[in-house]
Protein backbone atom coordinates (compact mmCIF):
# COMPACT_ATOMS: atom_id res chain seq x y z
CA UNK A 1 0.00 0.00 0.00
CA UNK A 2 0.93 3.36 -0.90
CA UNK A 3 0.89 6.18 1.76
CA UNK A 4 1.98 9.82 1.21
CA UNK A 5 1.88 11.73 4.21
CA UNK A 6 3.26 15.85 4.10
CA UNK A 7 4.50 17.92 6.92
CA UNK A 8 5.80 21.36 7.32
CA UNK A 9 3.25 24.21 6.18
CA UNK A 10 1.99 27.02 7.53
CA UNK A 11 2.34 31.16 8.15
CA UNK A 12 5.08 33.15 7.04
CA UNK A 13 5.84 36.42 5.73
CA UNK A 14 6.79 36.89 2.32
CA UNK A 15 10.60 36.99 1.45
CA UNK A 16 10.38 34.18 4.50
CA UNK A 17 11.31 30.07 4.07
CA UNK A 18 9.70 27.06 4.78
CA UNK A 19 10.36 23.15 4.03
CA UNK A 20 8.02 20.91 3.37
CA UNK A 21 8.48 16.99 3.74
CA UNK A 22 6.77 14.16 1.97
CA UNK A 23 6.97 10.99 4.08
CA UNK A 24 6.16 8.14 0.93
CA UNK A 25 5.54 4.56 1.93
CA UNK A 26 5.55 1.81 -0.88
CA UNK A 27 7.32 3.62 -3.42
CA UNK A 28 11.05 2.89 -5.30
CA UNK A 29 12.88 6.24 -5.36
CA UNK A 30 14.82 4.53 -8.01
CA UNK A 31 11.75 3.74 -10.37
CA UNK A 32 9.12 6.25 -8.99
CA UNK A 33 9.06 9.90 -9.56
CA UNK A 34 7.34 12.14 -6.81
CA UNK A 35 6.16 15.56 -7.61
CA UNK A 36 5.03 18.70 -5.40
CA UNK A 37 1.76 20.22 -6.97
CA UNK A 38 -0.36 23.14 -5.83
CA UNK A 39 -4.18 24.44 -5.57
CA UNK A 40 -6.04 27.14 -4.16
CA UNK A 41 -9.51 27.54 -4.53
CA UNK A 42 -11.57 26.99 -7.72
CA UNK A 43 -7.82 26.93 -9.69
CA UNK A 44 -6.75 23.62 -10.99
CA UNK A 45 -3.79 21.84 -9.63
CA UNK A 46 -0.47 23.07 -10.32
CA UNK A 47 2.35 21.51 -10.87
CA UNK A 48 5.56 22.73 -8.37
CA UNK A 49 8.39 20.16 -9.00
CA UNK A 50 9.38 16.69 -9.51
CA UNK A 51 12.15 14.40 -8.73
CA UNK A 52 12.77 11.47 -10.31
CA UNK A 53 15.68 8.41 -10.70
CA UNK A 54 17.07 8.73 -7.20
CA UNK A 55 16.86 11.92 -7.22
CA UNK A 56 19.03 12.48 -10.38
CA UNK A 57 16.41 14.32 -12.25
CA UNK A 58 14.86 17.03 -10.66
CA UNK A 59 12.16 19.95 -12.35
CA UNK A 60 10.88 23.08 -11.30
CA UNK A 61 7.72 24.97 -12.52
CA UNK A 62 9.04 28.53 -14.33
CA UNK A 63 7.22 30.73 -11.35
CA UNK A 64 9.57 28.69 -8.48
CA UNK A 65 12.95 28.03 -10.35
CA UNK A 66 15.44 30.00 -8.23
CA UNK A 67 13.32 30.17 -5.63
CA UNK A 68 12.54 26.21 -4.32
CA UNK A 69 14.67 22.75 -4.07
CA UNK A 70 13.44 19.56 -4.30
CA UNK A 71 15.34 17.00 -3.10
CA UNK A 72 14.96 13.50 -1.60
CA UNK A 73 16.36 11.22 1.30
CA UNK A 74 16.51 8.11 0.16
CA UNK A 75 17.30 6.47 3.47
CA UNK A 76 14.08 7.92 4.86
CA UNK A 77 11.60 7.64 1.94
CA UNK A 78 10.79 11.28 2.04
CA UNK A 79 11.10 14.25 -0.58
CA UNK A 80 11.66 17.71 0.80
CA UNK A 81 10.68 21.21 -0.71
CA UNK A 82 12.62 23.69 0.33
CA UNK A 83 10.85 26.98 -0.49
CA UNK A 84 12.44 30.35 -0.13
CA UNK A 85 11.65 33.98 -0.87
CA UNK A 86 8.32 33.17 -0.55
CA UNK A 87 6.00 35.34 -2.05
CA UNK A 88 2.13 35.78 -1.38
CA UNK A 89 0.83 33.90 -4.67
CA UNK A 90 2.76 31.00 -3.84
CA UNK A 91 -0.29 30.67 -0.48
CA UNK A 92 -2.18 27.49 -1.64
CA UNK A 93 -2.46 24.09 -0.19
CA UNK A 94 0.82 21.91 -1.48
CA UNK A 95 0.27 18.42 -1.99
CA UNK A 96 2.56 15.61 -2.89
CA UNK A 97 1.99 13.16 -5.54
CA UNK A 98 3.55 9.71 -6.25
CA UNK A 99 3.71 7.77 -10.10
CA UNK A 100 4.87 4.53 -10.77
CA UNK A 101 6.49 6.62 -14.19
CA UNK A 102 8.44 9.61 -14.61
CA UNK A 103 7.46 12.94 -14.09
CA UNK A 104 4.88 14.62 -15.54
CA UNK A 105 3.12 18.10 -14.87
CA UNK A 106 -0.37 17.00 -15.59
CA UNK A 107 -1.97 15.96 -11.88
CA UNK A 108 -3.79 13.27 -13.47
CA UNK A 109 -0.76 11.36 -14.16
CA UNK A 110 -0.28 10.59 -10.59
CA UNK A 111 -1.94 7.66 -8.92
CA UNK A 112 -1.41 8.18 -5.30
CA UNK A 113 -2.12 11.59 -3.21
CA UNK A 114 -1.00 12.80 0.37
CA UNK A 115 -3.47 14.90 1.91
CA UNK A 116 -2.12 18.29 1.64
CA UNK A 117 -0.52 20.97 3.69
CA UNK A 118 -1.61 24.88 4.04
CA UNK A 119 1.46 27.28 2.70
CA UNK A 120 0.15 30.86 3.51
CA UNK A 121 2.55 33.59 2.80
CA UNK A 122 1.67 37.14 4.27
CA UNK A 123 2.48 40.35 2.53
Known amino acids: EVQLVESGGGLVQAGGSLRLSCAAS????????IGWFRQVPGKEREGVSC????????YYADSVKGRFTISSDNAKNTVYLQMNSLKPEDTAVYYC????????????????WGQGTQVTVSS
Open 97 to 112: AGTRFSCSWYFRAYEY
Open 26 to 33: GLTFGDDA
Open 51 to 58: IYNSGKST
